[in-house]
Structures are given as C-alpha cells and as structure tokens.
C-alpha cells in the first residue's frame, strides 16, 4: 500500500470515530470505560463470570482463579481481560494495529529486532539453564492470550493464504531479502495471527482488550488445568493422584506425563502420526523438551505430595488428598519464585525496594 493512501485512511478511520459519534481517541481510551453498562442493554448479554459472582470462603483456590480476591472475585480470573497499565495506541482507537504518528505503516518487527537486539552469544556463569526453563513454566502458570484457532482447534496460516482468504486476525511479518538468517531458507514470510479479542471487567465499552484463558495467579494451573474439565481429564480419582504413562516402567524408570489424546493436534506439531504428545494443564507442555521435563517433575511431586498424606492421613478420600496436594505444590511452585527465581533475574536491591522478599515467619 502506498504510504500516502496508508496515512489517508488511518487519518479517515479516526475521524470516522470523532464525526460519527463526536469522540476523539482520548475519549474512546479514557471515557468510554468509566461508563457503567449494568445499567444499559449490554447487562443482559455481559458473560456471568464478568458480572458479580457470590463468593465462598473455601482452604482451596478455584481451578478459573474466582472468588481469589473476596472483595474483586473475576479479577485474576480464567478468560478475564488482561489489565493495561498504560491505554492501548491502536491505529484507529478502537482495534486496528498501531500505525506511525504521521499514519503510515510501522516497519516491519523482524527488521526491529534486527536492528535492536543482535544476536550475540554471551555466557554467565552464575546461572544455568534451569532459569530459563523455571522462567517459561511460571509464564505459563500466569498468561495465555487466546489464540486465534480454525475449526480444527489448529493455529491459523496467515503465509500461505492469499490476502484475499486470510482470517482477520491474520498480519503475517515481512522478512527483508536479505535477512541475515532466512535469506539462507528462501523465506519471506513470518506466521502471526494476533490473539482475540475480550471484554473488560463489567463489559465496559472502550478499545480492544485481550483475553486471558488462565488465571493470572501463581497457583499452578500449568499442571491441574483452569477449568474442571481439564482437571478431570488428568486425575486419576485414585489416592489424589495425577494421570501418568508407565512408558518405561518395565525398565525401572520412573513415570511420565499422559499421553494427549483430547485434540491431539491442538499444541502439538511435527509430531509423527503414530505418537502423541504429553497432556497437561497447559497445551504448551510441548514446546521445547525443559519445559516438558519441568511438567514431568511437577507431576511427580504432586503424587509424591499425595502418597506421602495418604500415609500419614489414611482417613482421607481422594479429594481432600488430591485438593491437598495441590495446595503444598502450588505453596512451593510460589517459594521458589519468591526465593530463588526472582532475586536471580531481579537483583536483591529490586526484591528489598519493592518488599517482595519471603517473610522468615509466618
């Protein structure tokens, strides 16, 4: 498109906004949430677990994060909007990506990350892999954006696609001829569809918000699940135990992960046909092999949890051993964040200014 035309109708689309309904970009950003919808039309369509949900006080944590917080109940929780601390720049107010100032498209992110964050291998020998593996298991413990699916419940091409047929959530990345890395592949294209889009809390009006599909708390849902379906699918109703695979138990080695056989193709490619994948709390297990590794040793801590109660505790049915379980682990999974992963990836003087270090005591 030419950079003319592109300045002319990301100029027209927001006066679209500003004629149409006499609303400028700060007002769509600033007013337009502070408007109390429960008392308009959109009450009546709003999602109930948006709206005002009655609470009870329970020892265990529910698996969607509701009712965490007595005086907020939906903040934190599963399919709930992601919170800006600063308002969106979309190009047009409302949804369109972010543009120029003058209008025109902004360069492409691969030439960006080029250009600003080289490729250079550098090596500290104060931390290991392990940072990196706990880093990725805890964001997959606290975010996952929503992504955008075909009817297959597969990630959707954007590449591939004439422009004409792809989905609108399709913005693929350019990548220049002579990439310093793709050249050598023939690539030009990068696949990138953006998440969908989420109501604010109380179906506020606004910009477009991002759903999160899992609680944002640290509460270990990566390996029970947000959702009781999920939780169901990966508990073996026995002991308090999680499902796991004796794929090599006859060889004396310890148990793995379930297979995946619930979508099997939903966060699992380049998979043979005559295998599948691990199944968790979170499709993302498998990602990369430590992120699976940390999955698998969650698992077992759990049933280790579970076996070790039902020792001292023979009175308990599967429930409470199982609700337990996941209580310690979850209180572990948070220690360890607290105790050893963020002053690492911090620094002592960031844990101390912002009060963020573990009590001695409780």
Request: net charge positive; aromatic share 8%.
């Amino acid at each position: 498109m030419d950079k003319k035309l592109g300045r002319t109708l990301s100029n027209l689309r927001r006066q679209a906004y500003t004629i149409r309904f006499g609303l400028s970009v700060d007002a769509i950003a600033h007013g337009l949430p502070q408007v109390d919808t429960s008392k308009t039309a959109v009450k009546d369509i709003c999602p109930t677990f948006l709206q005002p949900v009655k609470c009870e006080v329970s020892r265990y944590r529910t698996l969607s994060g509701m009712c965490n917080n007595l005086d907020n109940p939906s903040w934190g929780s599963a399919r709930s909007a992601m919170i800006r601390f600063i308002p969106p720049s979309y190009g047009d107010g409302i949804s369109i990506p972010r543009r120029a100032f003058d209008g025109s498209p902004l360069p492409s992110p691969r030439v960006v990350s080029l250009v600003m964050h080289h490729d250079v291998s550098e090596h500290d020998f104060g931390i290991c892999n392990m940072i990196a593996a706990w880093g990725q298991m805890l964001d997959h413990d606290l975010t996952r954006a929503a992504p955008s699916l075909d009817v297959r419940k597969r990630s959707i091409e954007c590449c591939n696609t004439p422009s004409e047929r792809r989905h609108y959530n399709c913005y693929p990345v350019d990548i220049p001829q002579d990439d310093p890395f793709y050249k050598f592949f023939d690539r030009r294209c990068m696949n990138f569809a953006r998440s969908l889009a989420g109501l604010q809390p109380g179906c506020r009006l606004g910009p477009r918000w991002q759903i999160n599909a899992i609680s944002s708390y640290i509460d270990g849902n990566f390996i029970y699940g947000s959702n009781e379906e999920v939780a169901s699918r990966l508990r073996e109703f026995k002991g308090g135990r999680l499902k796991t695979s004796p794929l090599y138990r006859n060889l004396g080695l310890k148990d793995l992960l379930p297979m995946k056989t619930v979508d099997p193709d939903l966060g699992c490619i380049a998979r043979p046909r005559n295998m599948y994948c691990f199944d968790a709390g979170d499709n993302r297990v498998n990602e990369q092999l430590q992120l699976a590794v940390m999955h698998v040793i969650m698992m077992r801590e759990h049933n280790r949890l579970a076996e070790g109660l039902a020792h001292v505790n023979p009175h308990w049915d599967d429930e409470t051993l199982y609700q337990e379980a996941r209580h310690i682990l979850s209180a572990e999974i948070q220690h360890v964040t607290y105790n050893e992963f963020l002053p690492i990836v911090l620094g002592h003087q960031i844990m101390k200014k912002y009060d963020l270090n573990p009590l001695p005591k409780v």
